[in-house]
């Protein structure tokens, strides 16, 4: 990593021609990126990422940064690139995200600028050549759950029975998620990659694993967020009130309305297990044990709906017996 430091400074220096700048490590996100706040001579700021390019690729990044920005959101601006090092220096949107201000008072008038935005994305930044949402990488999202989570965390392998109900229960969330309109899904869209900015806000991070895919996604990632939660009966009027703004947008119909809560709910299970077990990989396998803790909230999105939904029945019952006890 210092090897990295150093090649970021030289590009910073040589290439991009800064001079007198300050440096300074800002966060990780949960892949293998970095990212460092850049403060010039003269006080002006960027955000330097650090992409290994054997493990990441900035060229995804870059392109969706263009598109949300030619549509007048808040993507960070691009002052440099150097793609093959895995190198971008990116405006600076701030240090204020979603989750540092969200509160009762708060979450009406941030929510009602995210969906605006989110609006916006679903409506008008073309899929062509975004990779398909499809069955497989769905079911290998799944899959985390069973591996890192119950596998490797907690040492758990599932009798036949269990392994059916899963198996079952995946089919059913692949199917509520392919039968929904198409559109591009950034696929983190929440409260930890929304910033809090200048005209326009929110500030969009983290969309270079931009999809094309089913409508409800990037709107359960925000409502039924891993980080932060709220009254289900607050969601429900947000996801109902972003169903009418996406039918005047084009997005959705009128006649999806029987359809569209279940979708929403049974989109939120396939992602918040997929989610439950990155958080695990994360700490197994990277040694990021901060993730844990946001493991019970982001299964019990999913215990919210047992009642409502008696084909969960079985996965509630194994979350509670060997996950939430």
Not at 258 to 277: E, I, N, T, Y
């Amino acid at each position: 990593m210092n090897e990295r430091l150093a090649a970021l400074n030289s590009w910073l220096s040589d290439e991009v021609g800064l001079l007198g700048y300050t440096i300074e490590a800002v966060s990780g996100d949960a892949s293998f990126r970095r990212y460092f706040r850049v403060t010039g001579a003269a006080t002006e700021k960027w955000v330097a990422m650090d992409a290994p390019p054997d493990r990441e690729d900035c060229r995804p990044f870059v392109e969706m940064a263009r598109q949300l920005g030619r549509l007048g959101l808040h993507a960070p601006g691009i002052h440099a690139q150097e793609i093959e090092q895995g190198f971008l220096l990116l405006e600076d949107l701030g240090a204020v995200h979603y989750l540092d201000v969200l509160n009762n008072d708060t979450a009406d008038r941030l929510y009602g600028d995210a969906l605006a935005a989110l609006a916006v994305v679903q409506a008008c930044v073309p899929t062509d050549g975004l990779p398909h949402y499809d069955a497989a990488l769905l079911l290998r999202e799944m899959e985390l759950f069973r591996e890192w989570l119950l596998g490797r965390h907690l040492g758990v392998h599932l009798g036949d029975a269990e392994s059916r109900m899963l198996e079952e229960l995946f089919g059913l969330l692949i199917e509520n998620a392919l039968e929904q309109p198409r559109v591009c899904v950034l696929r983190d869209f929440h409260s930890r990659n929304l910033m809090v900015t200048s005209s326009p806000s929110p500030g969009i991070l983290d969309f270079q694993d931009a999809v094309y895919g089913p409508a409800t996604y990037d709107l359960v990632s925000l409502l039924k967020d891993c980080y932060i939660d709220w009254d289900p009966v607050r969601i429900r009027e947000w996801a109902v009130g972003y169903f009418q703004l996406a039918v005047q947008s084009g997005v959705l119909r009128d006649e999806h309305e029987v359809k569209f809560l279940r979708w929403f709910d049974l989109m939120g299970v396939q992602r918040h297990l997929k989610a439950a077990g990155i958080f695990a990989r994360l700490h197994v396998r990277d040694g990021k044990p901060g993730y844990l803790k946001d493991i019970p909230r982001t299964l019990g999105y999913i215990l919210k709906l047992e009642r409502g939904y008696p084909e969960l029945e079985g996965l509630c019952r194994l979350i509670k017996s060997l996950i939430l006890d």
